[in-house]
T-cell receptor, first 111, second 115 residues
Framework: DAGITQSPRYKITETGRQVTLMCHQT?????MFWYRQDLGHGLRLIYY???????DKGEVPDGYVVSRSKTENFPLTLESATRSQTSVYFC??????????FGPGTRLTVL | AQTVTQSQPEMSVQEAETVTLSCTYD???????LFWYKQPPSRQMILVIR??????QNATENRFSVNFQKAAKSFSLKISDSQLGDTAMYFC????????????FGQGTRLTINP
């Protein structure tokens, strides 16, 4: 399917476990982003990537790791999940200074 | 660093009325983009309208229009003839032209259109 997809859509995990959220886009966009959405904060940038093998921190990067070995994929890993990482996570992509296209989101609950 | 503020956490209007959502931002940049995104209950983020800072003319998309006041750093969204399907969270967002194309979001306004 064309577009940007995220998996899983829902995830429940326990404190201390490693979790990886997947993001895949079919447009070959250069830029990809991970945001988290929390009540009262809107969406905040976790990490972004300008191209394959180029990543950089956003506003709230602590506790997260990203990689981008292929242009179309941008996984986000929580190395040791904490309750404060319970959130809705959005992946987005864009080719440049223009609209960002968002995935459907992943609701993550850390118990 | 840029900041975006939406001072109305919730708004509610009757169907067919006009409603205006407020957004202010702070930046030292001269060249940037502003966006309004809509998030319905499905959670999908949908672009409503965009505004380039160098353009003085306010952007319009059908029933949606903006009032862009660059000197005041204000970017409000007006929805005319509101419809039940306009019920959603609305986010104002800022993007610098220079550097990585990162979005900075406001806290959001929950808009309810009542029948």
């Amino acid at each position: 399917d064309a577009g940007i997809t995220q998996s899983p859509r829902y995830k429940i995990t326990e404190t201390g476990r490693q979790v990886t959220l997947m993001c895949h886009q079919t447009w070959s966009h250069s830029y990809m982003f991970w945001y988290r959405q929390d009540l009262g904060h809107g969406l905040r940038l976790i990490y972004y990537s300008a191209a394959a093998d180029i990543t950089d921190k956003g506003e709230v990067p602590d506790g997260y790791v990203v990689s981008r070995s292929k242009t179309e994929n941008f996984p986000l890993t929580l190395e040791s999940a904490t309750r404060s990482q319970t959130s809705v996570y959005f992946c987005a992509s864009t080719q440049g200074v223009d609209e960002q296209f968002f995935g459907p989101g992943t609701r993550l609950t850390v118990l | 660093a840029q900041t975006v503020t939406q001072s109305q956490p919730e708004m509610s209007v009757q169907e067919a009325e006009t409603v205006t959502l407020s957004c202010t931002y702070d930046t030292s940049e001269n060249n940037y983009y502003l966006f309004w995104y809509k998030q319905p209950p499905s959670r999908q983020m949908i672009l409503v309208i965009r505004q380039e800072a160098y353009k003085q003319q306010n952007a319009t998309e059908n029933r949606f229009s903006v009032n862009f006041q660059k000197a005041a750093k204000s970017f409000s969204l007006k929805i005319s003839d509101s419809q039940l399907g306009d019920t959603a969270m609305y986010f104002c967002a800022f993007m610098k032209v220079q550097g990585a194309q990162k979005l900075v979001f406001g806290q959001g306004t929950r808009l309810t259109i009542n029948p």
